[in-house]
Structures are given as structure tokens and as C-alpha cells.
């Protein structure tokens, strides 16, 4: 591409586009008939998922497969568009691109997806709300503009714009994203109902975590229509049926005996407390989120809870342990980072053919066991042309995932951020239609245990029921 098309790239984009002559930038239209690395076939995939026009690459480094830097949407519609500010809203949830670009007749969009949102959500449908606006009609292909702009081709392609502070104080803040602000208001949740004394402090955070993984199943429509009301009258969110203690066991019970894995289970003294207590509708009152921790308008239905990743566990776990100077947060491209140098789709060839498991001797809450996991079933995929996995298939390939750590409740959240995992990999229907969909993984791949005691004691492979 020619220096005075730097910005030109997005100028040109239309829905007609069947091909791409750009370097970097892949259609959804064209990427099946592409050879792609898997994490750019899967990026792509996502990209169609979310109705995207194309995806822009940053340029692979030290053999690793190119970085997405922005999914493209084109619209031959002008102005605002309420859908649109629907679809950011599921993207900043996700979080999986820094940046979207609208582009629409006479300009081109920037609405950020790593800080805060774009969008107003102040009332009960998010508002639109582009962060930066470039008119087309404006001579954007100056020497200085081609330097400093978020849209300019070359930055993004070679991965400089990063390198600027100035652009990263304003494309991206760890403490503004999606997963963050989450983890700061069941944070705030968590303070809130511990200095209120509502309820024991095991019975609070299984509560707070089952509550995400409800809400999970129910903007994914895993849960049928009017789901919750055969359980309490009237109740159409987890909070209405958690207004009363007898309605949540029964839930609970109604999805441990469909699901399956011991992860809606509740002990017989935390049942008992459930059944018992009278502060469940202050509790649930924070649940819902009409308010934020603040008071200041909702944050429950900020996000997309369908759309968040799986990795956002092991930051809530870091909520609920109590010596937290020996816990460390592990930041997910991190993760990504070890796991592409000792996951090789070579090394992962390897292991399946000499039956090999991998192992975390200290899982926490299995944020390495999750990606490695999401790595097994990618190279699945990839190794039987795409095709996607069945439940026995997802089945198995976690009985090659197994975890040990000495916090009990490290490893009920590691079972339950597996099973989400697996969930992730299926369409809703499927889930729907599943019985038993969760496997056991207590006792069989995941034991709370020291590492040389499991050894002493022969823990080994383990059989997943």
C-alpha cells in the first residue's frame, strides 16, 4: 500500500468487497478459502459471529500468529444506530479487539472495546456513542495526520501505535475494560454484603459465582423461556427467584440434576442457612444491579454475560482467597504467551499421540487449565477440518486437562471454569438438549491436595464420569 493510502484503506471499504487486496486486513466473506493460522481462523469465526465486515491484523512476530487489532462494520446507512451500540456493548464485554471501526456514508467510527465503554447505558437499551469521528470529506492523508491517527494503516500493521502512551491512554486501560469494572463491582458486592452480615461469608461467594454462570446460561439461551417462574411465581432473572431461600434450592437442585458436576451443589449446612435466612431480598437487591456499588444507575445489565470470557474467573478468585500475598493474578495474553511456547500444535500432536495429560500442580482457579483446554479443542477442530466438536468429543479432550491445588474452594472454581469452557465450544441448542452436560471433574482430574501428597497417593489420570 502506498504512503498517501494510509488512510485510504477505510475510505474504500464497501459491502460489495469479496476480496481483500490489503495487507492485514481479512473479509469474513473470504477467510474459509484462506490458508489462516487457528488463532486467526478462530478470530475470524468470532468476527462473523458478531456480523462483522473484516478484521484487521497486526503483523505476526517471533513465529506467532498475526494479533487482531479491529473488527470493521460497514453500513450504507448514515447516523446512529441503536443495534450498533447493542453489538459494542457485547464487544466491550468480550474484549477479544481493542478497537471497532463503523464506517458509513461520509465517515469512519472508532469505538473502543479495551477501556470504557462507548456506549450510554444509562438507560435500560444502550445508547450510541461513537469515542472519535473521522469525516471523509476532510483531507486525512496529511503527513501529520498519517503519524498520529488511530486509523493509520502502517501503525496498526506494525504494531507502533502501541508503542505511543499518549494512544494507549486512550485506546486501553486495564482498569477501565469490561472485565475489571465486573470485577470491581462483585468486588464492591462482596464488601457490601460482608459488612452487611446477610449471609455466611461461604454461602456469599457461592452465590456471587453461580450467579454469573446462571446469567451465562441465560443470555446464551441454554435455559428455556420463562425458566426461572416454575420456580418462583413471576420470576424472570436468577435474582426474582432469589428473593426467597426455598425457590433457590430448588433451582440449584433443578440445575445440578440437568447439568450435572457438582457445581450447583450446596452443602447441607449452606442449604439450611439458604432455606433460613431473612436477608435474602437485600441480597438480591444487589444482585439485580438497578444500582451499581456506587448508586449510581445499573451495572448488572452492563455487560454481556454471554459474551465474557472464561478467563474472567480466575480474577474474581482473586476476591476470595485470603492470603492474597501469595496469589498472584495472571494476566491472560500472559497466559497465552507461556502456553503458545509449551502448546505447540506440534507438541499438542504429540501428547494425543502418546496419550499424555497436561498438568497444573497449583490449578487456582485453572486459568492455565482453562487455555489450555481452549487449545486442545482449537487444535481438534483444526486437525479434523473444522468440523465442530461433539459433547463426548469435549468430554474427552478434558480428561487431558488435571489440576492440584491445596485451597478445596480453588479447585470448585476451576471445575466450574472448565465447565464453562466446555460450554463455550457448544451452540446453545446443544446445550439445551444435553443431559448431564457438566462431567465430574472433583476427585477425577482435579483434586484439592497437595502436589507431593497427590503424588504419594497415586492421584493419577482419574476417569471423568
Not at 15 to 27: A, C, P, Y
Not at 133 to 157: G, K, P, Q
Not at 189 to 205: F, H, M, W
Not at 250 to 279: C, P
Request: with cysteine; glycine share 6%.
Amino acid at each position: 500500500m502506498r504512503a498517501e493510502n494510509f488512510a485510504n484503506w477505510l475510505i474504500e471499504l464497501s459491502n460489495g468487497d469479496t476480496q481483500s487486496s490489503i495487507d492485514g486486513l481479512v473479509l469474513v466473506k473470504e477467510f474459509r478459502a484462506l490458508s489462516l493460522a487457528p488463532e486467526q481462523y478462530l478470530m475470524m469465526e468470532k468476527a462473523e459471529s458478531y456480523a462483522a465486515h473484516s478484521v484487521f491484523f497486526e503483523a505476526g512476530r517471533n513465529n506467532r500468529a498475526p494479533v487482531a487489532q479491529a473488527f470493521i462494520y460497514v453500513s450504507d446507512h448514515p447516523g446512529e444506530s441503536h443495534e450498533f451500540a447493542l453489538l459494542h456493548k457485547r464487544l466491550w464485554s468480550w474484549g477479544g479487539v481493542p478497537l471497532l471501526y463503523r464506517k458509513t456514508p461520509g465517515k469512519v467510527e472508532l469505538f473502543r472495546c479495551a477501556s470504557k465503554a462507548d456506549f450510554d447505558q444509562k438507560d435500560t437499551a444502550p445508547r450510541y456513542k461513537a469515542y472519535d469521528t473521522v469525516s471523509l470529506v476532510a483531507n486525512i492523508a496529511t503527513a501529520e495526520a498519517r503519524a498520529t491517527a488511530w486509523w493509520n494503516f502502517e501503525r496498526l500493521r506494525n504494531g507502533t501505535l502501541w508503542d505511543d502512551p499518549a494512544v494507549c491512554a486512550k485506546l486501553v486501560s486495564d482498569t477501565d475494560s469490561a472485565h475489571r469494572h465486573l470485577v470491581d463491582n462483585i468486588f464492591g458486592l462482596y464488601t457490601k454484603i460482608k459488612a452487611g452480615s446477610l449471609l455466611s461469608e461461604g454461602l456469599q461467594r457461592r452465590l456471587l459465582i453461580l450467579s454469573l454462570l446462571i446469567a451465562y446460561l441465560d443470555e446464551r439461551n441454554a435455559l428455556e423461556a420463562e425458566y426461572f417462574a416454575q420456580f418462583h411465581s413471576g420470576a424472570r432473572t436468577f435474582a426474582d427467584v432469589m428473593r426467597a431461600g426455598k425457590p433457590v434450592v430448588r433451582l440449584l437442585a433443578a440445575l445440578e440434576k440437568r447439568f450435572n458436576g457438582h457445581v450447583f451443589e450446596l452443602d447441607d449446612d449452606l442449604r439450611t442457612e439458604l432455606v433460613e435466612s431473612t436477608q435474602l431480598a437485600a441480597f438480591a437487591d444487589l444482585i439485580e444491579g438497578l444500582h451499581d456499588t456506587h448508586g449510581q444507575g445499573s451495572f448488572w445489565r452492563l455487560y454481556s454475560f454471554r459474551d465474557l470470557p472464561v478467563e474472567l474467573i480466575s480474577n474474581i478468585y482473586q476476591l476470595f482467597v485470603e492470603d492474597k500475598d501469595s496469589s498472584i493474578y495472571t494476566p491472560p495474553a500472559l497466559i497465552r504467551l507461556m502456553l503458545d511456547e509449551a502448546l505447540s500444535w506440534e507438541r499438542i500432536d504429540r501428547l494425543i499421540e502418546r496419550d499424555e495429560v497436561i498438568l497444573d500442580p497449583a490449578c487456582g482457579s485453572a486459568v492455565y487449565l482453562v487455555e489450555a483446554y481452549k487449545r486442545l479443542v482449537l487444535h481438534w477442530r483444526m486437525r479434523n477440518a473444522w468440523a465442530r466438536p461433539k459433547v463426548k468429543d469435549l468430554k474427552a479432550l478434558l480428561t487431558r486437562v488435571h489440576g492440584i491445588d491445596l485451597e478445596p474452594g480453588a479447585i470448585k472454581l476451576a471445575a466450574f471454569s472448565l465447565c464453562l469452557a466446555l460450554c463455550e465450544a457448544l451452540e446453545p441448542e446443544h446445550i439445551r438438549k444435553s443431559v448431564r452436560l457438566f462431567p465430574e471433574l472433583e476427585g477425577a482430574t482435579l483434586h484439592p491436595s497437595c502436589f507431593f501428597a497427590a503424588r504419594e497417593q497415586g492421584l493419577g489420570r482419574g476417569l471423568i464420569k
